[in-house]
């Protein structure tokens, strides 16, 4: 279908969902299966229900997408080929995936499935897509916060598919960047399961709780003359988790509007007041706004007190069906078997078809009726077609039993439907996966393990810094470069054998690459390397023809043996071990790598702003403390320099007192992170570490109250 090169995606939570997407005039849908999806509690269908559904789609033109986007533990990986092989031989259009090892693994296994990169792999800029596009993506999910400039600077750069949201719930952080619910409820958002407590209210600095952290939905049927040149390929509706009804009703304003201004001239664009309210009923949960496009953040897009909820209102047809149109030439000859052609002319190719029936016998009595025939011959009951044009010639004083008839329609149904599939069939080369870690054995480094720490400030720094067992300090990127951290960095390199790296941000868009623009010429003489957390990063100081070594931190996920073979292939001189993942979990799957033991760690990043939002923007870094309805304070730095906010977890981790366990795991390094302590606190810290872990003192542990994170538990 996809009308003028624009096409409307769909979400489909189920059967329903999909049939209702069709009906209203989807190009595509997105479905979650039975397992390794981001909304692992909506209705996904079951091996034979998707197999179906990929033959309905495809029937009548469309596209079908598998969402694979959460990530994979080492178990999992290996489930996944046997889960994706059905799927690929009917017919898969493409995988939605965010782990960088499940990327591979299609990628080799599955070479003629398309690769979509998932939001939740938080691609904000050219840099980012064009390293996905290198690997193997041929379409972009960027982040929701983008604006339509840098959508528009995507496509030109790259030359990638863009898909966007256009309508629908919005995550109050960039998506993949978000640990809250993992952290403070064992419901990981990278595996599926997010409760999403950014909808509870919070209190700022004692003040009356509001739903600081909440968004309102996403609506930009009034922005589609603005997104179209944008380059946007695909316009993507959010609500995999919501009724048919809904998907209806969205799906049939965004063809309509689309298609409308396709076909007129410029300024004359304009949004009944009926359909606008139309689609706002569909789904009435916080109000909506129109996102991130025009703006960088602000207070309007947040709602900040719960409205009524009138949940979907949208019209329940359950009878969501669409015909597709053929055409039919039946000739009865007497003495002759029967001949039924057939024709389908949709996906812009015809499908034509020849059947022969039983032979036509002379009528003994009442020859047969032409009209009777062709009422008979055009009942197609659940097929998914209909007679358009249908020519009936009878030649003679002919008669043929009805259920000739009938037989000689459902052959050709049959035939029609095995043809029209067949070009979308595949066959795969093997039944062994091709796994790219094969035969890799587990590292156990000899080397002396490195121990290091990460710092956010001046005070931190020194405070650090005499410590004899420290071989590395990271130090936040905001302050890196302030001339006092750069004097002092280089007396502690003079004075000591300790490698200082710089961390870089969170979220590398506009802003932060300006800066790094400037202060690169630093970066490259002062510091021993670098901690990266993203792969725009990465890209840029390819472009850079940086050499010094590059560590992944937590959040460039490495879940699974193929994304930690993927990082070694690449160039990382290590990587950080997640903080999703178990002992028992890591010590199976991740030889090596970098182990958290202390710090408070980041549950969200955000592009929108507490300060922002309730005090308007002054941009002056500081720090904003929010407490939720169990009295837990939780720490927002706001990073003017990048404009993004980062939400600490309400208690630190703390493993001192896990040594055994963290032996067995044998990783490279182990690190302690400081973020809103002081100096005083963090030579405590120190101390505790130095005596607990090094010298395996007994010491009771500081009174205070800590987490394990997921050490123990992990998530499902």
Known sequence: MKKNGIEILAPAGSLESLKAAVCAGADAVYIGGSLFGARAYADNPKEEELLGAIDYVHLHGRKIYLTVNTLLKENEMEKLYEYLVPYYRQGLDAVIVQDIGVMQFVKHNFPDMSIHVSTQAAVTNALGASFFGRLGADRIVPARELSLKEVRD???????????????????????QCLLSSMIGGRSGNRGQCAQPCRLPYALDGKKPQDLLSLKDLCTIDDIPLLLPAGIDSFKIEGRMKQPGYVYTVVSMYRK?????????????????????????AYTRRGYCNGYYHRQNGREMISLYKPECKGDTAKRDNDYKIKEKINGILILSEGKRATLSMEYCGNGKAVCLELLGDVVQPALKAPLDKERVEKQLRKTGNTEFAFDSLKVTLEGSTFLPMQSLNELRREGLFKLTKQILSKYRRSVKGEVPLRLCAGEKEEHDTKERIIAVSVQNISQLSAVADYPFLNRIYIEGSTAFNADVLEMVQRIRKERDVRVYTAMPYIFRDRAIAYYETVYDKLNAVYDGILLRNFESFEWLGRKNYVKPVISDFNVYVFNKESKNFMKQTGFEDYTLPVELNFHELRGTLGGGSLIVYGYQPVMISANCIKMTTKGCKKEEGISWITDRCQKKFAVINFCKYCYNVMYNCMPLMLFDMRDEIEKLSPSGIRLDFTTEPSLKVREIMDLYQSLFLKQEEQNMLKMEYTRGHFKRGVK
């Open 154 to 176: 995507i496509k030109e750069k790259t030359g990638l598919e863009v898909e966007c949201f256009v309508h629908g719930a919005m995550c109050y952080c960039y998506s993949g």
């Open 257 to 281: 509007y689309t298609d409308l201004y396709l076909s007129q001239k410029k300024g004359r664009y304009h949004v009944s007041d009926t359909d606008r309210q139309a689609l706002l009923d």
